[in-house]
């Protein structure tokens, strides 16, 4: 049997606001077929960087040949490219504003096309909803099967932004910052478990200090391991570390945001 085409949508429309759902009336004029999945329309206003680190951690638990369309776009109605963008196995649809830069470094197969056939666009657009205009009829006309070569001419030129990378300052130790807070107030670093281990492999300890705005958070499975309010971490289910207060969200408790500093030292 053969799979529907399937089309998600990351916004920070907001949820109070129809204008996602007008892209999904859009999408679906043109293709009925499609199914429209919500990833999240709850982005941080504007905020590119949190957009970037939820499309990693979103777009591979989808099937193959999906379409991913991706409205954080405070660049709307100026000189900003709409894009296309094919991996090895997912494809991408938004603005060159940076949004794609963890998909781009990614991919080992990479087409990045500026779509340029305004002919796949509505009729009528303005200057302020290009998710409706041009994003999501491109999606929807893309899902039909029409070929990538259709939409524009492939670039290499595309914006990307600079993505914090953690850092080995000195041996048994690993600096990086927080990237992202969640719905709860948990703090999500940009340090991988694949980093850890790798420290460990390079140390005869197996004990390990997490230190957050001069604070301990000592590491623990998962979140009902820590029985008191005080802040804790452990790798959560995308392999990053994870700064954490039992029931409670860190971010508040201790004032902690996206930017502040987090070291993983080994004792």
């Known amino acids: 049997m053969e799979q529907l085409p399937i089309i998600t949508l990351t916004t920070d429309f907001s949820c109070r606001k129809p204008l996602a759902g007008i892209m999904k009336g859009v999408i679906l004029n043109i293709n009925p077929s499609a199914n429209i999945v919500d990833i999240t329309h709850a982005i941080s206003p504007q905020n590119i960087m949190e957009t970037a680190f939820i499309l990693e951690m979103i777009y591979a638990a989808f099937p193959h040949k999906t379409i991913h369309v991706v409205v954080v776009d405070p660049g709307v109605g100026s000189e900003r490219r709409p894009l296309l963008v094919a991996t090895d196995h997912h494809y991408f649809i938004g603005p060159d504003n940076g949004v794609f830069t963890r998909i781009y470094n990614l991919s080992e197969s990479l087409q990045v096309v500026h779509i340029t056939a305004e002919h796949y666009f509505l009729p009528e657009r303005s200057s302020t909803f290009h998710g409706r205009d041009i994003f999501a009829p491109v999606a929807a006309w893309f899902s039909k099967g029409i070929d990538i070569s259709k939409f524009g001419d492939s670039i290499t030129d595309y914006v990307t932004i600079p993505i914090p990378f953690p850092m080995t300052p000195s041996p048994g130790s690993i600096e990086g910052e927080?990237?992202?807070?969640?719905?709860?107030?948990?703090?999500?670093?940009?340090?991988?478990?694949?980093?850890?281990?790798?420290?460990?492999?390079?140390?005869?300890?197996?004990?390990?200090?997490?230190?957050?705005?001069?604070?301990?958070?000592?590491?623990?499975?998962?979140?009902?391991?820590?029985e008191d309010k005080e802040l804790h971490s452990l790798i959560n289910s995308f392999g990053y570390l994870e700064i954490f207060v039992n029931s409670r969200s860190a971010s508040s408790d201790y004032d902690l945001k996206v930017g502040d500093k987090v070291e993983v030292v080994l004792t």
């Open 178 to 226: 927080i990237i992202y807070v969640d719905g709860f107030g948990n703090l999500i670093t940009n340090i991988s478990d694949k980093k850890i281990y790798d420290l460990y492999r390079e140390s005869q300890s197996r004990m390990i200090k997490v230190l957050v705005g001069g604070r301990e958070a000592p590491f623990k499975k998962y979140y009902a391991e820590a």
